[in-house]
């Protein structure tokens, strides 16, 4: 018996609330129809499922610790105590915290071969050392316990889901019972996914506590490089200007060095998208076969090229913003203004240099048409875009277009360099520009790529990824030179 007493007594009983108004006769009849399911809790998730139970036609009972007393239920769903309510339906959903648990141990006839959905999820992982709905199955061994819906929350239930949260997760260890639950969510309209046995819960519980953790080293490796190379251009223009020139040009942390650091990260995680795609081709050709498991660091890797290809696009559109405001800062109206004026007062004039104006107009065009790529890669990456897109659409955008991406985008940081180019006077301190360092990673994946492309290699790699296996071949050479 629980705390409260509401193990359904005689007392409790006669407390019953029905809350459902008469039926004439034709409701009667309809809701002998309907398929009895039963709630177990009237808080905020309990009324949202039940909500959507009665839109989708079942007939409704709720079981709660205080049948008189508890807060307001959906129109047309009764309130039991809580063991009559579970004589009432096969299949129960279970909204109650896990701490509460114990109350059911003494309903266990009432729920013997019952359907138990357990929707519980914690506030930490590894709160128990068993997952909630193991615990669950080990207090009532004769229900069939269901792990589901958990990852739906009350509000996403109550408004209609969105795509994100339209998918129920479900595992259990008796695949009729799971079935049965499967076909509750398709009725609400949801999609289902079968997780597997019973064991799979844990992984089910601890889903709603990630917090995009698909997000998670690739914004980890952003904050990373952006802060090695934010202090890196900081010694090279700020500092060492103070200590060997004496002048104080700090004004230039806010925008100038922002400028040079976001173009140089958003280029550096550019080519870390297409980097593992490099190195698994080369892999396969060095392993000569495509059945052969990556490393798992590299299918990690893979996993979240889409995540580091769109912080890389937000990095460039910050850049693509700086740079639209240098004309109108003081700093660079001010060193015009005086260049003017100190040729006017010298009688000096501009020589126009054509090569000059070629590699200016070269650098612009790059970078716009690379931040243009790169807008579309982003744009093609949003599921509502990619669905709509074919396979080999989508692998064009992505993977081709992505690479000139890549090209654009690494010629507009030579051309930026392109006339102090591994000039000696533009190391301080031993250290190169920022923008050189930039320039290993995307160098190294284009040329590997290049290497890729040859038609001797590329030809390789088609056959190994379309199943052929070097040491397959061998074997059978050296078989049929056996039977000769
Ligand atoms: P809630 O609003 O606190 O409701 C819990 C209900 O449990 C209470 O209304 C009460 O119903 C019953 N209860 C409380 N103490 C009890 C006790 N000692 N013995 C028996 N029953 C007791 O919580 P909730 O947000 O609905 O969450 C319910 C479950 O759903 C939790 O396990 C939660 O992890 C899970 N869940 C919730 C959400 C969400 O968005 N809220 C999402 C996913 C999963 P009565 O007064 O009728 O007895």
């Known amino acids: 018996m629980s705390s409260d007493g509401s193990n359904g007594d005689s007392t409790e009983e006669k407390r019953e609330v029905v809350v459902l108004l008469p039926l004439d006769g034709a409701r009667a009849a309809s809701a002998a129809q309907q398929e009895p399911l039963c709630i177990f809790g009237t808080g905020d998730f309990g009324r949202s499922l039940g909500q959507r139970l009665l839109h989708s036609g079942y007939r409704l009972t709720y079981g709660s610790r205080r049948p008189g007393g508890c807060g307001p239920v959906p129109p047309g769903a009764q ?21 509460n648990y114990d109350f059911l141990k003494p309903l266990a006839p009432q729920l013997q071969g019952k359907v138990l959905v357990d929707v519980s999820n914690n506030q930490e992982k590894n709160m128990y050392p068993e ?3 193991e615990y669950l199955q080990r207090l009532i061994p004769g229900a069939h316990v269901v792990k589901a819906f958990n990852t739906l929350s009350a509000w996403a239930l109550q408004n209609g889901p ?38 799979a819960a844990r992984q089910l519980e601890d889903a709603p506590l990630e917090l995009f953790p698909e997000w998670r080293l690739p914004v980890r490796l952003a904050v990373g490089l952006t802060a090695a190379f934010y202090l890196y251009v900081l010694i090279r223009d700020v500092v060492f200007s103070y200590v060997e020139k004496n002048k104080d040009v700090s004004f230039r942390m806010i925008v100038s060095l922002a400028n040079k650091v976001f173009p140089i990260v958003s280029i550096i995680m550019l080519s870390l998208c297409y980097l593992p795609g490099v190195i698994a081709a080369f892999l396969q050709l060095y392993r000569g076969t495509k059945y052969k498991r990556f490393p798992d660091w590299l299918d990690r890797w893979m996993l979240c090229r889409k995540q580091l290809g769109l912080i890389a696009l937000g990095l460039a559109s910050l850049h693509v913003l700086y740079s639209l405001i ?16 100190s040729k006017a007062r010298g009688n000096e004039t501009a020589v126009f240099n054509n090569s000059v ?10 970078g716009i048409l690379g931040f243009g790529l790169y807008l579309l890669l982003g744009i ?7 669905n709509a897109l074919s396979w080999r659409e989508f692998s064009f955008i992505q993977s081709k277009l992505g690479y000139l991406t890549l090209f654009f985008c690494t010629l507009h940081t030579y051309l930026y360099g392109s006339s102090t180019f591994l000039l000696v006077s533009t190391y301080k301190w031993f250290t190169p520009p920022g923008y050189m360092l930039s320039l290993v990673l995307p160098t190294v994946v284009i040329v590997l790529k290049l290497l890729i492309l040859l038609p001797c290699v590329d030809r390789r790699v088609a056959r190994i990824r379309r199943g052929w296996e070097r040491n397959a071949q061998a074997e059978e050479e050296s078989r049929k030179l056996l039977l000769t």
């Open 79 to 99: 309130v039991m105590s809580h063991a009559s309510a579970a004589q009432s339906a096969p299949l129960l959903f279970l909204c109650i915290h896990r701490e």
């Open 131 to 133: 997952a909630n709905a």
């Open 162 to 199: 969105s795509d994100a949260s339209r998918q129920v997760h479900l595992c259990g260890n008796d695949s009729e019972a799971k079935q049965a639950v499967a076909a509750v969510a398709t009725k609400l309209g949801l999609s289902v996914l079968d997780r597997g046995s019973l064991s």
């Open 326 to 341: 240098i004309p109108i800062r003081y700093y660079v109206r001010f060193k015009v203004a005086a260049s003017t004026v």
């Open 357 to 366: 104006a070629w590699i200016n107009d070269s650098f612009y065009s790059a």
């Open 380 to 386: 093609t990456s949003l599921p509502s875009v990619s």
